[in-house]
Structure formats: C-alpha cells, structure tokens
C-alpha cells in the first residue's frame, strides 16, 4: 500500500447567501489545499473593482457567452441578478481526471446542475450566518447601501430556500470553525470507496 494511490478528483460546491462569508472561506480553502482549485466562471456581468479577466471571471458579451451555450463549453450555466454566469466544462474535466479537485462558488442552480451532470462526482456545502438578521448587517457594514441591502437579502433569502438541497450545512458563526469544517468535508469526500480508482488492484477480491 506505499504505491501511489490514484484517486478520482471530486468537485466541491460552497454556497451561500452573499453575506454569509463564502469567499473569505473559499480562499482559505485554497490557500490550504494545493490539490484543490477553484473553477473560474464566465459571465456576462461587468467586472467590479479590480476584478481581473481570468482571474475572478473571464467577463464576456452576451453573444460570446450564448455561443459557449450553443457549443456545449458550459457545464452548467444560470442568471443571477440578470446577468448569466457559467461554469467552463474543459478545465473541471482535465482536474477531475488528473486526481485533483475544484472548488466551486456557485449558486444552487448552479449545484443543481453539476450534480446532475456529474453524478457522484458533486459535493455540496451551504454556508449559512448563524442568523439571518446577522446577513443584513454584515451587508451594511460592507457599506452596500439600504435599497441595495433590501434586494440582496430578498436574493439571500431565496437562495437559503434550497440549503436542503445540499449535502452539508456550515453555520459560519466563527470563520477559523467554519474553514475547519468545509476542510473536514473535503477530506471525508476525498476517501470515498467510489474515488479510489486503486483499490480493487490493491485489496485483489
Ligand atoms: P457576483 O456577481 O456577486 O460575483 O456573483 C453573483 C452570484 O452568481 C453568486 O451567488 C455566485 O455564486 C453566482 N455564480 C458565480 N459564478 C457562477 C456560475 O458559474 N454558475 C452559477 N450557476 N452561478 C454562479
């Protein structure tokens, strides 16, 4: 059992209701896992800030991105806030197959859809605020202002409505906890029976 032991790669969605403290947990994750990347999504939003193409999204025109649509280069694809995002099915399908993982933040559509075009090779965590009242104020003190702060939470509201759908649930009450978990379900994830590809080799019945 000192051979190396190839493992199929597994695809970890986070999801949250913005507020909730989604991306502080992903790049913990990130920068504790080498094994693990995180899948950049196209979409046909704006960058903001110093948003980078091909960093934090490869930002495209509506028509490039139908195209991606009409070429089936999207594993999944969904609106949020009006404008489309989508996931790039080469670079999920080249890390799955090298033995490595990829973390996704995406939106429960999103999930839905990977599950469903991945089977048994999604895993799903919801990241929720220990309470709800606590998302309003965490977007206030983001400095998003009250009209904005009012739309974002009918939005957060309506995506915790599919939380169940999820196969893990992480209260986000403490961040250090909260990073702690989501390692913890990765790891669990990762030595499944169905992802060690060397064990019938190994074990021999
Ligand atoms: P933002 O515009 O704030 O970066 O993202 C808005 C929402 O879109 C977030 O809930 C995020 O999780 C979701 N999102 C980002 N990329 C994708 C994607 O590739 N697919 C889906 N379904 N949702 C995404």
Same mark, same amino acid.
């Given at each position: 059992?000192?051979?190396p032991?190839p493992r199929r790669g597994l ?15 992903? @790049? ?7 094994a693990l990347h ?13 948003? @980078? ?37 080469a670079p999920v399908m080249a890390a799955l197959a090298r033995g490595e993982d990829v ?11 990977? @599950? ?25 003190? @983001? ?54 590809l ?8």
């Amino acid at each position: 059992m000192t051979q190396p032991r190839p493992r199929r790669g597994l695809c970890l969605v986070l999801a949250a209701p913005s507020g909730a403290g989604k991306t502080s947990i992903s @790049r913990a994750l990130l920068a504790a896992e080498p094994a693990l990347h995180l899948s950049i999504s196209a979409t046909t939003r704006a960058p903001r800030g110093a948003e @980078r193409d091909g960093v934090d999204y490869f930002f495209r025109a509506p028509e490039a991105f139908a195209a991606m649509i009409a070429e089936g280069s999207l594993l999944e694809w969904a609106e949020v806030f009006g404008q489309r995002y989508g996931t790039p099915r080469a670079p999920v399908m080249a890390a799955l197959a090298r033995g490595e993982d990829v973390l996704f933040d995406i939106d429960w559509q999103g999930f839905r859809q990977l @599950r469903a075009a991945l089977p048994g090779d999604v895993v799903g965590a919801f990241v929720l605020p220990p309470r709800l009242d606590e998302l309003a104020a965490r977007l206030a003190a @983001r400095g998003d202002a009250p009209a904005e702060i009012a739309r974002r939470m009918a939005a957060a509201r309506s995506e915790i409505s599919h939380c169940r759908e999820f196969d893990h649930i992480v209260v986000n009450a403490a961040l250090p906890e909260a990073i702690a978990e989501v390692r913890a379900i990765l790891h669990a994830a990762r030595s499944a029976v169905s992802r060690q590809l060397w064990l019938d080799a190994a074990i021999g019945c």
